[in-house]
Every structure is written in structure tokens, then in C-alpha cells.
């Protein structure tokens, strides 16, 4: 028994070591100098060759996005590419290992004017049998249409190299990143959202590079690559497109951007680059310590602090009446009632009948800091599974105190509900929403 415990012990350390080795660049001291690469990585309309160059080291090299090691191709010479390939290096040189080098070379790819996104990743981290992330495995329940257990689920980090290439073809990010899943149900669909991350270990700490030109943040922690959600395989831009009709609007929102990805070489789809819900996606937007906020989602699921203060306002709703000034003027010290008015209207306007379960809402921890809330994933928005959607009276849906558990239970409509009951805020409300619908959300400007 002791000698069982001690092998599997063992087994485990050298697990944890070769992943390490495999996943994480060595430190400054122990790394070799860069391998230099002839050519650049980036689009050409030929096949090319390139050396690679690591002087008094050995090189070995993959073209199918596993990691090199000494177990994959030597470099012997010029390496022949004739179609879109990632080229992955590692040099040895003694007991010294350099990191991993990787360069994307796309070959004749049709002309674009999008953003392009190139992930290098061992394939059978993604696509094993047993335990690739992009399918079932062994422990998915099929009788159940979430599929619960399969491998796609899984919140584990992956180490990939990502490349981001501007419109122009100039690569502005180029490092090993973490890389995960990301997303509810759109999980199931054959196209995945992905999350990538910058961290101080793999090389970089953020992506340092405007994304989403010079309006929007200039530096992110975390990205998504998302497939559309809800709306994949419909029109493929239903979020996106919403939330630019609110663009200057009082309300935290993700940027967005239009991007080809590829996968080891292999085109993979149409993808929006997005900003990923976070304290670092707040701080990026408000003067807001990220390590100093309140952050939220559904009913009181918490992702950042404490969800006691939140909890005090929903008793205090709960046992007031908000008709009388007084007691209306309280609320509004502790929730930006101007955000949570543009928020509901705003999905109403849309008609977005899974709001219900797509809720984020912030406060910064200081004696003023107020609830604010964050619009983002409105894809059943816009009729996504309703033909008929603009006979629906989505003000009744959004205000019902009966609604089922889902898509609208009661504590979803609970807040505008009790705010409706003051006549200063229902008269702000209906004016506001009337502006709106004759300017953001005008004919003209929707359908444009």
C-alpha cells in the first residue's frame, strides 16, 4: 500500500514537471537567446522557405502545432512551407533549453480586411478522444441536451501562442498566453468561444496594443474570441450589433471587433474579439480600483468582494415603499438609478427574453459607490427564436412579478418593478425611453 502511494506520488510530481516544462517558458537566466526565424511570420502569396538560427544550439521544430522538443523534426536546413503553417521552434543547447518560438505563415489566404488571430496549441489538448477540450470524452451524459460532463465544460487553462494581426497584416501581439473556454450554452455548438489571458509567466502581462482603435482601451488582461453566442449560425452579429446602438450611452459595455481565427494553420471561423466581464474590464472603463469593487451576476452570485451590501438594498425594496420621496432618495444614493434605467430600456428596446439570466452588476467599495449594471450578452434579442418577436410587449415581459423561474423569474424584474412605483422615476421613464426610441434606436439608425 505505502509503495502504491508512494509510485502514484511520484507519477504526479513528474506529471507536474513535464507540464511545466511544456507549458511555461524557463526563466530569463536559464533561457538561450532568441531563435531568429529568416522570415517574419505574417501573410504571403507563395510558398517560402525559412531558416531558423540559434547559434551553438540544436534546433528541433513542429509544423502542426505540438510543441517541439527533442522528440520532433531536427532542424537541418531551410524549411520548405507551401501552405498556411505554424511554425514552432525550441533550441538546446547542454543542459539549457530556450522557450517556444512560434510564427504563423499564411499562404495565399484570401485577402482581408479584418483582423486575423492565429492560436498554435497542442492538437491533442483540443481534440484527443478521451480528453481534447473541443469534444465530448469519455463522461459526457448524452441523454441530456447540455451534455453535462463532457470535456468542452472544463475551466482548465491551456498555454497556446497567440498572434494578433492588424488589418494590415502587422502582427502586434506575438507570445504564449493562457487560453481557455469560454461561455454558457454556446459551448455546445461546433464553433467555441475562447478566452485568451496575458500573464507575467508566459511572457507578457497584457496585450499591449489598441484592438479596438483609439476610442476604446489601449491595454487588456483578458480577451474573448466569441462565436456569437445564442445567435451562432443565425446572423452571427445580434450582440455586437445591439450594443453599438448604445454606444454613448451611461453604461459599461463590451467592445467589439470582427476577426478571422485560425488553429494550428487551419482556418477556424469568423470570431468577435471582445472584452472579457471582469474587474479588469471595469477598472478599464471606470476610475475604479480592481482589487476594490463589488462585482456580481445573476441573481446573488458573487465574483468579486461582497454581496452583502447588494443583499441590505434588496431588504430595504423589499420592506419600503418607493412612492414616497424619502425613501426613493435612498435608493438612489446607494444604485445609479440613471444606469439601471438606460440598462432596462435598452433590453427592453431589444426584447431580450434571456436577460433574465445574463446579469452583472458592480460597486466600487467606498461609503458612496453605487450599483451600477453591465449590458452584455443580448443575443436572444431581436426575435433570435420568435419569427413574430415585435408582437411581443416586452415592457410587460421585462415588469411581470409572475414570470416563470426562467427566462424571467420574479427576482429578475423585481428592481424596475419597485422604482416603477415612484411617479418621479415611471414620468423619467417613459420620457427617457421616448427619446431613445426617437434618436439610439431610431428606424434609420437600426437598420443603417
Known sequence: MKNSILTAGILLILTIRIFAQNNVPPSDEEALPSIEFSLEGGFYEVPLSVELYAPGAKIYYTLDGRLPSKYTNRYRGAITIEDTKVLRAIAYEGDQVSPVFSQTYFIDEPATDLAVVSISVSPRLLFDPAKGLFVQGNNAIDTLWKKPGANFWSRRELAANIELFESDGRCVYRNLSGFRLFGGMSRLFPQKSMAIVARKRYGKKRFDHPIFGEQGLKKFKFLVLRNSGSDFGKSHFRDAMMTALVDDWDMEKQDFRPAHVYIN???????????????????????????????????????????????????YLEQHDLSKPEHYAYVESQMDIDNFMNYQIAQIYFDNRDAGGNIKYWRPQTPNGRWRWILYDTDWGFGLHDPKAYRHNALAFHTKPNGPVWPNPPWSTFILRKLLENPTFRQTFVNRFADHLNVSFSEARVMN
Not at 284 to 290: I, R, S, T
Not at 292 to 306: A, I, N, P, T
Open 265 to 315: 494553420g487551419n482556418y477556424w471561423g469568423l470570431f468577435h474579439i471582445r472584452e472579457k466581464v471582469n474587474r479588469y474590464f471595469i477598472a478599464g472603463h471606470q476610475e475604479v480600483d480592481k482589487d476594490s469593487l463589488d462585482l456580481l451576476e445573476h441573481q446573488y452570485v458573487r465574483k468579486r468582494g461582497s454581496k452583502r451590501h447588494y443583499l441590505r438594498l434588496m431588504d
